[in-house]
Structure formats: structure tokens, C-alpha cells
């Protein structure tokens, strides 16, 4: 890119490093930003510096798009669907200083009314820019496999519900969890493919052959609905954990989720997090579907970022040991950041390309944001994770700011 082509350097820079976007990777690559904008990212030779600022970056340095988390519960003390207003923007401000740089802020099953309140405070920071939207993951759940969520407040699909959390949020109402096997499961998928949210299959004990026709039922009702940041894709919500574990005389919606991820038809997510996924499972579903089709998820909760203690997790009372968050013995969501995530399924033996791509291009993807963030390319979001090596944090550039450092 020759200088005269380039806009000028007013409130923004340049630095080197490796670049991972794409399922590529650049050895020798150079990022420049203008405001909050990319406008250049590539090799280093195709850039004129002069008059651009560099940023020096430590030996080694990787650039990564910034992360993408569909699915969320909180940090740093902050529960998205209890928590305070400041205590909801102390978590996505540390998500955010972590690499976290897009995401949705994940409810938990509650009574209504603390439902549509925890709408209410999330639509504002969704209007401002600060999370993509919301996640509800429930109440419309299998008592059977309801994991963490608590079991008194579970309900069958309710139309009048979704409404109201609907309205509640704004139309920030992103992705809904749901169990297929639920009566009125199939009413629930027709009314939010119409209104162009997500249906995430998930905390469910349906067989293979509900979970198949679910996802081929909200496949086809996304299909002429991605717009307005909607998915085109139905999500699984986290793979082989609330659900039942596959057999091979009963192989269960893990198998049916993987056909049809292998299809194109659905997107599953994956917590690599080394607790919800033996590293083996996580590099097998790599091998067998395909990046392409996997978005790698944190499902984090207000423990992240913080000691082993006791913390809340919607109306559940959460304890956390060696890192491990469990409700009465039962996992209850994690409390790695999506980076951590990402380190770990890299070292589960994932190419890093690949694990890149799950954690950026596909929900991106999914967020109908493929143009906005998700890649380093000029005029996206100047959104950038810079990594050691070995995936330490070392920095991030955030629509164009560069983030505090976290501190402990």
C-alpha cells in the first residue's frame, strides 16, 4: 500500500507482529489504525510507515482479532442476571481488558420478573457498544439436565414470555437455550427464527432423532432471516455438557449436533476450558467438523477473574475451589476468560489457525458481524489481541483505545 493511498495517522498507529486471522497466518505482518478503524493488516513490506507511530511490541508477538464470546455469565465479581448496573460493567469492562473485545452477556434461569430485570439493565450497554447483545439460557430447559439452573423456575416454552423479554431488551435479545424435547418446543423455534434469535439447543435429554429435526426446524427458519445481526445458523449450546452422554446404541443430540454442524447446518460450542471438555474431546470434534463449525465459548461466571470463594451465579450460590465453580456438586459455569479457552485448545493440539477462527471468524459469523469484527482486515473495527508466544496476554486495542492492564 503506497502512501498516498493511506489515511493519515490522527489518533492511531502502527505495529508488527505475527498475524493469526482467517485460518491464516502472516509471519512478518504489519497492523496500522486509523481512529477506530483497521487500515492496514498484512505483511510488513506492504506498508509505508512514514509518518506513523509504532507501538513496540515484545519479540515474538502474535495479533489476533479480538475475541468473540456468544455465551457469558459474567466476571469479576458481576452476574449479568443478579448483578448491579455497576457490577455488570465492572464484568464487561474486565472481559474486555482480557481479550474479550465482543460478546453476549448470558442470563440464567430466574422467576420472570427477574428475568425482564436483568433485560432491562443489559439493553443500555448493548445500545452503547459494549456487548452485542444478550443470551438467554433458559428457562425453558430439561429439569433432567438442568446443571446449575435452578429447577423451580424451569417452565415450558411461553410465547408470552419471549415477548417480554423481547421488549425488555430492547430487541437486544440474541440467542435463546432451549430444550427440543419441551412441548410447545416447536412453536418456541418458529417464534424466534421469526424474530430473528438464535435457537441454541442445549440443557436437554432428548434422543438424537428430536435433536436432529430441531436443528433441521431452526436451520431452515433462520435461513431467510440473517439480517439485522441475527444468526443464519442454530447453535448448540455447549456440547456434550447438559445433555446426555452418547452410546452407541443411543447416540443422543451430541452425535445429531455433530451431523449437522458437519453440514453446515448448526454451530456447536465447546468450553476448552480443561474442566467441562477433556482436551481429546475437544481436538477429536476439531478433527471430525471442522473449525468452520465450532465457536469456543467461556460460559464464565462471576468467578472469573477472581479467587476460589463464594460467588452468585442468578439466584444460586456458587462455590469455586482450585479454579472449579459447581452448585451443590454440579458444574456451574467456568471461570476461564475466552483466551484461556483458546490457550487451552491449543494445547489440546488444535491448530492455532483453527482454535483462532472458532474463537473470532465463527461468532462473528453467527452475530451477522462478519464485516465488523472478526478479522483483521482495513475497515473493521480496529479490535486486536496482542499475545506472547505462547498466548499470554499482552495487550489490547479495542475500537481503536488501547485497554488498561489488568492488574490483580
Request: glycine content about 12%.
Amino acid at each position: 500500500m503506497r502512501a498516498s493511498a493511506q489515511p493519515t495517522a490522527q489518533s492511531g498507529g502502527y505495529f508488527r507482529g505475527r498475524i493469526v486471522t482467517d485460518g491464516q497466518v502472516i509471519e512478518d505482518g504489519l497492523l496500522a489504525y486509523a481512529g477506530e478503524r483497521i487500515v492496514y493488516a498484512g505483511p510488513a513490506t506492504g506498508f509505508d510507515t512514514t509518518g506513523w507511530a509504532e507501538r513496540e511490541l515484545p519479540a515474538g508477538a502474535i495479533l489476533l482479532p479480538g475475541l468473540i464470546d456468544l455465551h457469558c455469565h459474567g466476571a469479576r465479581g458481576g452476574d449479568f442476571t443478579s448483578g448491579s448496573n455497576e457490577a455488570i460493567r465492572t464484568a464487561v469492562d474486565f472481559l474486555h481488558r482480557s481479550g474479550t473485545t465482543t460478546l453476549l452477556a448470558s442470563t440464567v434461569t430466574a422467576p420472570r420478573d427477574e428475568l425482564i430485570d436483568a433485560m432491562e439493565r443489559l439493553a443500555p450497554l448493548a445500545q452503547e457498544g459494549l456487548i452485542a447483545g444478550i443470551h438467554a439460557e433458559g428457562p425453558f430447559l430439561s429439569p433432567v439436565r438442568s446443571g446449575a439452573h435452578q429447577r423451580g423456575h424451569l417452565a415450558a416454552p411461553d410465547p408470552g414470555l419471549v415477548d417480554e423479554l423481547l421488549n425488555a431488551s430492547q430487541g437486544q435479545l440474541r440467542s435463546m437455550t432451549y430444550a427440543p424435547e419441551l412441548a410447545g418446543a416447536e412453536e418456541l423455534v418458529d417464534l424466534l427464527t421469526a424474530r430473528g434469535i438464535n435457537p441454541s439447543l442445549g440443557h436437554t435429554d432428548c434422543d438424537a432423532a428430536t435433536a436432529a429435526a430441531a436443528l433441521a426446524r431452526a436451520a431452515e427458519g433462520l435461513a431467510p432471516a440473517g439480517f439485522d445481526g441475527y444468526s443464519s445458523r442454530p447453535t448448540v449450546t455447549h456440547l456434550f455438557n447438559a445433555m446426555p452422554p452418547s452410546h452407541h446404541r443411543s447416540p443422543g443430540p451430541a452425535a445429531a449436533s455433530l451431523r449437522a454442524a458437519k453440514a453446515g447446518q448448526a454451530v456447536v460450542e465447546l468450553i476448552s476450558d480443561g474442566v467441562h471438555l477433556d482436551p481429546q474431546t475437544v481436538l477429536t470434534v476439531f478433527d471430525l467438523i471442522g473449525a468452520e463449525n465450532v465457536a469456543l465459548v467461556s460460559d464464565s461466571c462471576a468467578a472469573t477473574g477472581s479467587p476460589d470463594g463464594r460467588y452468585t451465579l442468578g439466584g444460586s450460590e456458587v462455590t469455586v475451589a482450585d479454579g472449579v465453580a459447581t452448585v451443590d456438586g454440579v458444574l456451574a459455569g467456568g471461570t476461564s476468560t475466552l483466551l484461556d479457552v483458546l490457550r487451552r485448545t491449543v494445547a489440546a493440539g488444535v491448530p492455532l489457525a483453527d482454535a483462532v477462527t472458532a474463537a473470532t471468524t465463527v461468532p462473528a459469523s453467527l452475530l451477522a458481524l462478519m464485516d465488523e469484527v472478526g478479522s483483521l482486515h482495513p475497515g473493521y473495527s480496529a479490535d486486536v489481541l496482542v499475545a506472547t508466544s505462547g498466548l499470554e496476554l499482552v495487550a489490547v486495542l479495542r475500537q481503536g483505545q488501547w485497554l488498561p492492564e489488568l492488574r490483580q
